[in-house]
């Protein structure tokens, strides 16, 4: 089964497990990326099933506007059902490495504010150890070089600047006015504490790894089929 297939399966299974155990009337999150554009598609339908949603980035909330979906401002709600979103990587513990749509600060916000966390994606995302995947952080853009710096002589990871996809000379900017530093080749055995300290750096808004606040369940696909995991 292509991926493309494996991704809007999961998507299918998610709308599922939420009619069936989100009661009518209520508040949901929504990520980020390809997997949750597939998941606001199939999710459609259902719009006046819910009062509405928090979206964790401006191109969600233009997708979820288009389908008729109310979307609330975070400062609106005080509470959301469940947080629906993908990840670049989850690890056995349901930790996740996060952010390659340069969405993580929004996603972190939003997901903290949810019940529960409903992480959906294809198998390829599976990992033993965290890290594969260059770790993003969303920096302050006058604080970037610094923190390059910092992050090479303390992890000794390799960072670079993001820039957009279509223009390589352009600096990708998040919807928040962030600059994004991804770190590859790191290995990271102790997500929990690596998350903590990069929260500490001046400068840094968010960083990629979600694993003080884990997914509770994980809807995955396979060539083999879909499989729900709650951790
Ligand atoms: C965006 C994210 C996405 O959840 C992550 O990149 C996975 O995306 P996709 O479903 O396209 O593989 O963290 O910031």
């Known amino acids: 089964m292509h991926q493309d297939e494996q991704k809007a399966l999961v998507a299918k299974e998610a709308v599922s497990l939420i009619l069936k155990e989100i009661p ?7 990520g980020t990326g390809s997997t949750v554009n597939l998941f606001i598609d199939a999710l459609a339908p259902h719009a006046n099933y819910f009062k509405g949603v928090v979206s964790s980035s ?21 509470s959301i059902v469940a947080y629906v979103d993908g990840a670049d990587e989850i690890n056995p513990l349901g930790q996740m490495m996060k952010g390659g749509g340069g969405a993580l600060t929004r996603e972190k916000i939003v997901a903290s504010m949810a019940k529960q966390f409903i992480c959906i994606c294809d198998s390829t995302k599976q990992v033993d150890i965290l890290g ?41 900017v998040t919807d928040n006015g962030g600059w ?28 990629g790894v979600f694993a003080l606040n884990p997914a509770n369940t ?3 696909s396979s060539s083999a089929g879909v499989a729900r995991i709650n951790y």
């Open 180 to 207: 994004i530093l991804d770190v590859s080749g790191l290995k990271i055995a102790h997500p929990k504490e690596l998350e903590t300290e990069l929260n500490q750096i001046p400068g840094v808004i968010c960083n």
């Open 24 to 30: 009518e009337g209520e508040i949901l999150g929504i």
């Open 132 to 172: 594969k995947f260059p770790l993003p952080l969303e920096v302050i853009p006058l604080s970037s070089a610094h923190i390059q710096r910092i992050l090479e002589q303390r992890f000794g990871g390799q960072v670079s600047l993001r820039h957009t996809k279509n223009q390589s000379s352009q600096i990708f």
């Open 58 to 78: 401006d191109a969600s909330t233009a997708r979820l506007q288009g389908h008729g979906f109310h979307v609330f401002d975070a400062n609106e709600v005080s």
């Open 218 to 220: 994980l809807i995955v």
